[in-house]
């Protein structure tokens, strides 16, 4: 059974800095990502990496935010730093395999000005 959990949300300055994980369990993955989902917002993309070590990130986090992987664990870490109040959301990771795409639960990041 294919499982998603996240983990490290929490509330903070804005300035500051968090970090977030995502173990994944129960297949082979190959992409994994973060998305998020600000009240009254559409969910959107923040940042994926392919089980290569590729990273996309979106334009609203790049140079702030880091995505990393490790494969042997099937985990991902979303290092955010320089937050804004506007990275409010709760942040969901996903994980793609051959059997389709898994959410996990989420994981609330709240930035206070």
């Known amino acids: 059974q294919v499982q998603v959990v996240e983990s490290g949300g929490g509330l903070v300055q804005a300035g500051g800095s968090l970090r977030l994980s995502c173990a994944a369990s129960g297949s082979i993955f190959s992409t994994m990502g973060w998305y998020r989902q600000a009240p009254g917002n559409q969910r959107e993309l923040v940042a994926t990496?392919?089980?290569?070590?590729?990273?996309y990130y979106a334009d609203s986090v790049k140079g702030r935010f880091g995505i990393s992987r490790d494969n042997a664990k099937n985990t991902i870490y979303l290092q955010m730093s320089s937050l804004k109040p506007e990275d409010t959301a709760v942040y969901y990771c996903r994980a793609d395999s051959s059997t389709g795409r898994r959410w996990g639960q989420g994981t609330q990041v709240t930035v206070s000005s």
């Open positions: 990496i392919t089980s290569g070590g590729f990273r």
